[in-house]
Structure formats: C-alpha cells, structure tokens
C-alpha cells in the first residue's frame, strides 16, 4: 500500500487540526494548541498564518460562518480527520514496535 | 525623516530598522522610503513578513491574527509584499516565527514575484523587439545611439567635445531601449539572491 504523501504530518500541523475538531479562529488556535501541547508547542503569527493558508489549499480545513470579519473561523474537513487518524495510526504502530523492543532500548513501559 | 534604501535580505533590513529603533527612530510607514518618527521609548522590535493578498477581508484577517498575539501591523499595503511588524507585548513572542520552514518560505514568496516581473518583463520586451519597435541592435552596439555624424572619426579633444555633449542625448534616447533589459536583470538578480536566502535560511538553522 502506498503511504499518503502527507504523511507525516509536522507536529504543528497535527496539533491545528486537533484544534480544529472544533472551530476556532486563528489566536483561538495559537492558544488551543499551546494548552494541547502541555506549552510545548508555541505558534507565532506569521508561522500559523503559513499553516493556516498551507491547510486550506490542501481542504484539510476549511472557513466556517463566523459573526466576526476581522477573524475567521476555520474548521475540520472529512480529508483532514482522515489524515489526522492515518497519522494517528502512523503513530501508534511506532508506540507498539517500541513497547515489543523497550527492554532491548531500556525504555520502562 | 525619511530615507531609501532597499533590501533583498529581510534580517539585514530587520537589523537596519531595530538599529535605527535603538536611535530613537520608529519606522511609521514605507513607500518607496523609508518614513521615521521620532519616539522616545527605544524598546522596540520590528520583524518583517512578505505576502501578497487578494482581498481586504484577508488581509484584515492577518493584521487583525498579528494583534491578537502582540504584534502592531506598522507598514506595509494588501500588494506591497513586505509587511512591517511591531511588537507591542511584553511578555510575547519574540518573533513572528516560530520555526524555521515558515522563516525560510517568506524568501520563496519573494523570489516566486520577482519572477513574475522578470518573466511579466520579458513578456513585454519580446514584442517590442520582434515588431521592430525597439532597434535590437542598439543593445549590442549602443554607438547607434549616437547620431553625430563622423563621430567615431574624430580623435582627441574633438572627439571627446563631441562624444560628451551628445552622451545626455544618447542616454535619453536609450532610455526606452535599455530600460526592460535592465528590469529583466536586475529582476533575475533579485530572484537568485532571494532563493540562496531561501536555502540559506531553511538549510542552516537561525534559531
């Protein structure tokens, strides 16, 4: 099987569309992803507004109705929850191969 | 005040305004210069993007997303390319970026428009050439623009009495004739600087 050439998504574009499972406009999202993240990950404007832009051309998000002009409110395509769970599941087989061989690299499970 | 200068490399123009920051002087707006106010406090940092957008709305929507997160919008127009950025929160970013991919690609944006103008240049000259509006052989020999005759005949003082008088002429008249060749390079140039920024900057970390 041929792997979707997104993957793997950059940890900054996994956590924008984990953010965006439910609408937010563009500080919403520099903040949501800071409290997702544990404060790991800090967005500056000129880089999310790159991603912002980047996700739309890709139909990963798309503009949602929103009261304010000034910011818009951006959501969740059906093609970025299915990237998100590829990558999920990219993930999670590395979290598996790495609990099989943790003793071997003295790692605690 | 008002100076002109211009950039290709955006960290040296950032350097040059938060110099220019450090002497009292904040950057108010740009046109073809540089305009500065003076101001009293110094503790200023001025970082800059580049794009283009297509509507109001959108660009609304960038100044309004750079505010939010401490950043004052101080220069720069929805089709100017540069984008002037002031910080005005304390505790905030201390940059506009904050990883070195969304640093690097402000120079391909840049480098992707002035290949617009060169090849929007091109696209101009070609006609202009081939319909014969433009003599091409004055770019090969611009003597032709001199129409003194015997000119390059004569030595000596006569020579150059006659050569320097009639220089402001044939520059007037090459004026037209030169004026997309020289667009069309320094464009290229423009392009082959932004891209060795694009590479420089994506390839050696500047964080």
């Given at each position: 099987m041929r792997r979707n050439k997104h993957l793997p998504l950059t940890e900054t574009v996994y956590y924008i569309l984990l953010a965006l499972l439910e609408p937010a406009h563009g500080y919403l999202i520099m903040q949501k992803v800071e409290e997702l993240s544990n404060g790991e990950v800090r967005l500056a404007a000129g880089t999310l507004y790159g991603a912002i832009q980047n996700l739309l051309k890709l139909k990963f998000i798309r503009p949602v109705e929103s009261d304010d002009s000034r910011r818009k409110v951006y959501a969740i395509t059906e093609e970025g929850k299915e990237i998100l769970r590829l990558d999920f599941e990219r993930m999670k087989h590395m979290i598996k191969v790495m609990e099989e061989n943790g003793d071997k690299a003295e790692v605690s499970i | 005040m008002r100076k002109f200068r211009f950039y290709i490399d955006l960290e040296k123009e950032e350097k040059w305004l938060n110099e220019m920051a450090m002497q009292g002087w904040e950057l108010t707006g740009k046109s073809l210069q540089y305009e500065f106010r003076k101001m009293t406090s110094k503790e200023t940092v001025v970082k800059i993007d580049y794009r283009h957008f297509k509507t109001k709305d959108d660009f609304e929507e960038y100044i309004t997303l750079f505010r939010d997160s401490g950043?004052?919008?101080i220069a720069g127009t929805k089709t100017a390319g540069k984008q002037y950025f002031k910080k005005?929160?304390?505790?905030?970013?201390?940059?506009?970026?904050?990883?070195v991919p969304s640093k690097a690609a402000r120079y391909k944006r840049l480098s992707d428009v002035c290949l617009w103008a060169a090849i929007s240049c091109m696209v101009f000259f070609i006609p202009l050439i081939t319909t014969k509006?433009?003599?091409?052989a004055v770019l090969l020999?611009?003597?032709?623009l001199y129409f003194t005759p015997g000119l390059w005949e004569k030595t000596g003082a006569a020579f150059w009495q006659a050569f320097l008088f009639e220089t402001p002429f044939a520059v007037m008249r090459g004026a037209g004739w030169f004026f997309f060749p020289i667009m069309i390079i320094l464009y290229v140039v423009f392009v082959l600087k932004a891209q060795k920024l694009y590479r420089r900057t994506r390839d050696g970390s500047l964080f």
């Open positions: - | 950043w004052a919008h005005i929160n304390r505790g905030g970013d201390t940059d506009i970026f904050s990883d509006a433009i003599n091409s020999n611009p003597k032709l």
